[in-house]
């Protein structure tokens, strides 16, 4: 049997199903195709989850830091059911009925090409159902973890972001190898919940490389005085786990080795292109599918191929996948009706910019644009400009010992902002007025109108330009 439409999208992740809403909003007929739960990664074992462990923690550290109010131990067998909540206890009902609303036919089971416009999906009866496209296949199959090749860790059955996401409760000791953003943030959920020792192998000098580095030194200070131990410059030699689901060893290149109840491995991630048939249009099969800003695969003919999300490896974040989605969508509408296809919205322009991306942690941190090195290195004449948090009113009043910095960092050519970051409680909400001034390049001089109200963190948006000298 032969299903035809016009897009078939593979992979039901909040790119996959944003594509197919855009190119239903502009006349197209869709299909969806997905595996396990629509939804993706993102919903049940990624940012919801995620964020649904941490919520408590970092509330029981800003009411920690208020004098006159308590807080009492953290019930995590509540805070596990609230997860199982969030993530509708892994079931897609709501998800499903939300792409037959669209409308798109949703189609379980597992895709992959079978040449130009042709998608083969490996049903859950054992079956096969072939499906084809008049105008464009999308891939948006996401990313899975990378277990990196040390000795035994593989068959050590270590923790990925999955089955910490998924815990269904909270091992003693726990030993995480990464220190980039869900090595952070789960170490610290962890730990928050329950952990007795938690113990970060960082195989760099410091967490959250890719950001500025005070951010990473501020959110260590934090962790130690939170008693999670942070090992800089260490990396797992070996690892040891007799008994499946017993105790693990970890062997270190010096010192004693690290015994833990579970290990977390949260070294990045690669494309979920696995199994996808890209031979089969010309593509390599282990890499994420290069595409142009219009969401397109380059070096494949016809143009009829398109990658949205994690497995173009652009950017790693949901809003940036979905707004990839979006312009995706929107252009192979236009493509199919023979209308301009490069209008303003048709491109994945702030793909380019460095994505605005909030680390849930305490404190949290927060990132727009580029970092003042990342400026150098791009050949831009750049003046960086910093703040201490702590002396801006609104941020002193959400508690005391309140530690936080900001940055921005100037075009000195064009007088507009190339980055900024915020490291601090109460500053993931901030971002979106930096994430608009970096985007919309507001001359410093016009910013300078932009009155923060009193007494709220932005007022630190006052400081960093007086800091410029306006
Ligand atoms: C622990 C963790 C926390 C995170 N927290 C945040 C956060 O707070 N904010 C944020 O912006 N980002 C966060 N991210 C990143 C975010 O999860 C991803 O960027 C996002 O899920 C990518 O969306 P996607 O649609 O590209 O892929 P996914 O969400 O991975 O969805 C892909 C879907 O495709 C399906 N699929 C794969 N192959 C096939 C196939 N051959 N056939 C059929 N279906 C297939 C999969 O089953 C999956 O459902 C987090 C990631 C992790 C690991
Ligand atoms: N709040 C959020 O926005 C959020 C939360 C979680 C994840 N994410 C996204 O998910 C993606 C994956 O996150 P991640 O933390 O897995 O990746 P990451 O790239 O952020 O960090 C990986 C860390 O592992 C280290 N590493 C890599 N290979 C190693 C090895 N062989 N041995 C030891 N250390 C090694 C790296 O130096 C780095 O510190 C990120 O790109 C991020 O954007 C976003």
Request: hydrophobic share 40%; glycine share 12%; aromatic share 4%.
């Amino acid at each position: 049997m032969s299903d035809e439409f016009d897009v078939i999208v593979i992979g039901a992740g909040p790119a996959g199903e944003n594509v197919a809403q855009r190119a239903v909003r502009g006349g197209l007929s869709a299909a969806v195709v997905e595996e396990r739960l629509a939804g993706g990664e993102c919903s049940y074992w990624a940012c919801i989850p995620s964020k649904a462990l941490l919520r408590p923690v970092e509330l029981a550290a800003d009411v920690s830091r208020v004098p006159g109010l308590e807080v009492g131990p953290i019930d995590t067998r509540a805070v596990l059911a609230r997860r199982d909540e969030a993530v509708s206890r892994y079931d897609d009902a709501g998800q499903v009925g939300w792409i037959e609303s669209v409308p798109a036919t949703f189609v379980r089971g597992r895709g992959r090409l079978d040449g130009p416009r042709r998608v083969v999906v490996d049903t859950p009866d054992g079956g096969e159902r072939v499906l084809t496209a008049r105008h464009a296949v999308v891939l948006a199959t996401g990313s899975v973890a990378s277990v990196p090749p040390v000795p035994g860790l593989r068959e050590a059955e270590p923790w990925t972001s999955h089955e910490v996401t998924a815990a269904s409760s909270v091992p003693d000791r726990l030993a995480v190898i990464g220190g980039g953003v869900v090595g952070c943030e789960m170490a610290q959920a962890m730990h928050g919940l329950g952990a007795r020792q938690t113990t970060m192998l960082v195989r760099g000098g410091g967490l959250l490389e890719r950001m500025e580095p005070f951010a990473g030194e501020l959110l260590a200070e934090s962790f130690a005085a939170a008693g999670i131990d942070v090992r800089p410059h260490t990396s797992a030699e070996r690892v040891e786990r007799p008994e499946p689901g017993g105790k693990v060893t970890v062997h270190l290149p010096e010192g004693p080795p690290i015994e833990a109840d579970e290990v977390l491995v949260a070294t990045g991630r690669r494309p979920a292109t696995k199994g996808l048939g890209l031979e089969s249009v010309g593509l390599p099969a282990d890499r994420p599918v290069e595409v142009d800003d219009s969401l397109r695969a380059t070096g494949v003919d016809g143009g009829w191929l398109y990658a949205v999300g994690d497995v173009n490896g652009r950017n790693l974040l949901t809003h940036m996948g979905k707004y990839q989605a979006r312009a995706c969508g929107d252009v192979i509408a236009a493509r199919a009706r023979g209308e301009a296809d490069d209008l303003p919205g048709m491109r994945a322009v702030a793909d380019g910019f460095g994505p605005p991306q909030v680390v849930f942690t305490d404190p949290q941190i927060c990132s727009v644009g580029r970092t003042e090195s990342a400026a150098r290195e791009a050949g831009f004449r750049v003046r960086a400009v910093e703040y201490d948090l702590a002396d801006v009113s609104g941020a002193y009043l959400l508690g005391d010992g309140y530690r936080g910095r900001a940055k921005a960092v100037v075009d000195e050519d064009r007088k507009v902002l190339l980055g900024v970051t915020f490291a601090g409680p109460g500053t993931a909400e901030l971002l979106h007025s930096a994430t608009v001034a970096v985007t919309g390049e507001v001359p410093l001089e016009r910013l300078w109108h932009a009155v923060p109200s009193f007494p709220t963190v932005s007022e630190v948006w006052l400081r960093l330009l007086e800091a410029y000298g306006l």
